[in-house]
């Protein structure tokens, strides 16, 4: 298999189960730590801002390659197995049925929250 069809493939399941914590955090046999995992996952990865803005180079892509997939990996492994395959399904279905990525206004914000917080922690550190 070619590197870009690998690489290609990888994204894809990222996307699907980025989209799976979406359905998994409604699901009432999730446990509340997974369903808190699912809700900032979620939220980080359907906002159309990160945390690490993609032109600071190299790290810019850090949050794409590393972050989020230890954030769905994680939430994976507190999510009882039955559930992420009915989620998965659903995924699936859903990517299906639209062809289009879901975004998030809610995560967009608390990045914007997050990093106004930091400018302010900053500048009180700095000024202090």
Known sequence: ?????????????????????WFARRHPDTPLLAKAICVFTV????????L?????????????VLLLPSLIWLAVRLIPPHVVQECR????????EKKSRPSSRAGAIAIV???????VGAAWYWYR
Do not use: C, H, T
């Not at 399904?89 to 299906?96: D, I, P, S, T």
């Open 113 to 119: 929250l997050l990093w106004l917080a930091v400018l």
């Open 89 to 96: 399904a659903q995924a699936e279905a859903w990517m299906e």
């Open 1 to 21: 298999m070619p590197l870009a069809e690998s690489v290609r493939n990888w994204a894809r399941r990222i996307k699907r189960d980025a989209l799976m914590l």
């Open 43 to 50: 939220a980080y990865a359907l906002s159309p801002i990160d």
């Open 52 to 64: 690490i803005p993609d032109f600071v180079p190299v790290l810019g892509y850090i949050d794409d």
